[in-house]
C-alpha cells in the first residue's frame, strides 16, 4: 500500500460526459502529479500541483482540469469525454516540489471506460 | 525519437536467470526512476537514481550519466517478477519538474 488513494477504482461514462477523479496523497507530501496511461501513448505527465498551486504542465488538454484543495487532496476533472480518453489515470505523490531527488508514489489508478 | 528509450520491450527468461533491462534517454536530467507496474495496473517505484548504483534485495540499479544509460538488472529471477517495467526520467527546472518514461519492458519469468 503506497498511501495514495484513488477513487473511484473503475468508472465507465457516456462521450460527452463529465467526470471528477479524486487522490488522497500520502500524509505529509505536498506534491501530487496525474498521470494517463493509454494503450497507445503509454504514460504520459499531466500535471503537477505543490501545496496548492500548479507547478508542471504536460500534455494535458483544454477539456481537462486540476486543483488542489487546502487539505492537499486533488481533482482531476474530464469534460465532454471521448472515445479516445479511455485509459487508467494514476495519481502520485512526493514530498517536495520536483520529481527529482524524491521517491514518488502512485495510487492504483482510476480506470475511465468512455462508450 | 522518444526521449526514452528501453530494451528489449519483452523479455521472456527461466526462473534463476540473471535479468537486464536497458533505458537509454537524450535528454538532460536531475533524476532517474525505475517502476514496476503487476498485471492489476498498480505502480511501485523501485529505485530513484541521479548517480552510480543502488541495490535493494535482487535488484540492482546502474546509471551512467555521461552516456545517458541506465541499467536494470534482477538476480535470481522468480515468477513473482514478472510484470512491466519502466524507465522513468525528471527533466525541467527545479521545484516544476515532470517524469518522461519509457514504453516499458515486459519481464516474464517462466517456472
Known amino acids: 500500500d503506497s498511501g495514495v488513494t484513488q477513487t473511484p477504482k473503475h468508472l465507465i461514462t457516456a462521450t460527452g460526459q463529465r467526470v471528477t477523479l479524486r487522490c488522497s496523497p500520502r500524509?505529509?507530501?505536498?506534491?501530487v502529479y496525474w498521470y494517463q496511461q493509454s494503450l497507445d501513448q503509454g504514460l504520459q505527465f499531466l500535471i503537477q500541483?505543490?501545496?496548492?498551486?500548479?507547478?508542471a504542465k504536460g500534455n494535458i488538454l483544454e477539456r481537462f482540469s486540476a486543483q488542489q484543495f487546502p487539505d492537499l487532496h486533488s481533482e482531476l476533472n474530464l469534460s465532454s469525454l471521448e472515445l479516445g480518453d479511455s485509459a487508467l489515470y494514476f495519481c502520485?505523490?512526493?514530498?517536495?516540489?520536483?520529481?527529482?531527488?524524491?521517491?514518488?508514489?502512485f495510487g492504483e489508478g482510476s480506470w475511465l471506460t468512455v462508450v | 525519437k522518444n526521449e526514452v528509450e528501453q530494451s528489449p520491450q519483452n523479455l521472456t527468461a527461466q526462473e534463476g536467470e540473471f535479468i537486464t533491462i536497458n533505458c537509454s534517454y537524450s535528454?538532460?536530467?536531475?533524476?532517474l526512476h525505475w517502476l514496476q507496474q503487476h498485471p492489476g495496473g498498480g505502480i511501485v517505484s523501485l529505485f530513484m537514481?541521479?548517480?552510480g548504483k543502488k541495490k535493494h534485495g535482487r535488484l540492482i540499479a546502474t546509471i551512467n550519466i555521461q552516456e545517458k544509460h541506465s541499467s536494470l538488472h534482477i538476480t535470481a529471477s522468480h515468477p513473482r517478477d514478472s510484470a512491466v517495467y519502466i524507465c522513468?526520467?525528471?527533466?525541467?527546472?527545479?521545484?516544476?519538474?515532470?517524469?518522461?518514461f519509457g514504453q516499458g519492458t515486459r519481464l516474464t519469468i517462466n517456472p
Open positions: 502520485a505523490s512526493s514530498v517536495a516540489k520536483g520529481a527529482a531527488g524524491n521517491t514518488i508514489y
Open positions: 500524509s505529509g507530501d505536498l506534491s
Open positions: 500541483y505543490y501545496n496548492g498551486e500548479e507547478r
Open positions: 535528454v538532460g536530467i536531475s533524476a
Open positions: 537514481l541521479s548517480s
Open positions: 522513468a526520467v525528471s527533466v525541467g527546472v527545479r521545484g516544476a519538474q515532470k517524469l518522461v
